[in-house]
């Protein structure tokens, strides 16, 4: 939270966070999924990279995945389903 407090000092425009979950107890991973949407509502893009597939879902207004260094999946996370977020993610079903 100090991190993030620090970044957004400087009012910019983009925060990326990369990994912002790893390491960290269940409630400070639940501070930061409270102060993200609050940072993106009052100035900046919020670019999240991680494994969190759920907290991902939760905060994003665009969702991405990748494999082997290319996108293989760009929607609104609303137009989703689980199984589609897997193959994107592990490669598609043989």
């Known amino acids: ?3 993030i407090g620090r970044a957004v000092m400087f009012n910019p425009w983009v925060l990326l966070c990369d990994k912002i979950s790893r390491g960290l107890a269940s409630v400070v ?3 930061i999924g409270f102060v993200l949407p609050r940072i993106k509502q009052a100035s900046a ?3 999240l990279v991680g494994q969190d597939v759920g907290q991902a879902m939760k905060l994003a207004d665009h969702f991405y995945c990748m494999l082997e260094g290319r996108v293989t999946l760009s ?3 609303g137009d989703l389903r689980r199984a589609a977020i897997h193959d994107a993610c592990f490669g598609a079903h043989a």
Do not use: D, E, F, L
């Open 1 to 3: 939270m100090v991190t």
């Open 45 to 47: 893009s919020v670019v």
């Open 75 to 77: 929607a609104p996370p």
């Open 29 to 31: 991973i639940c501070g």
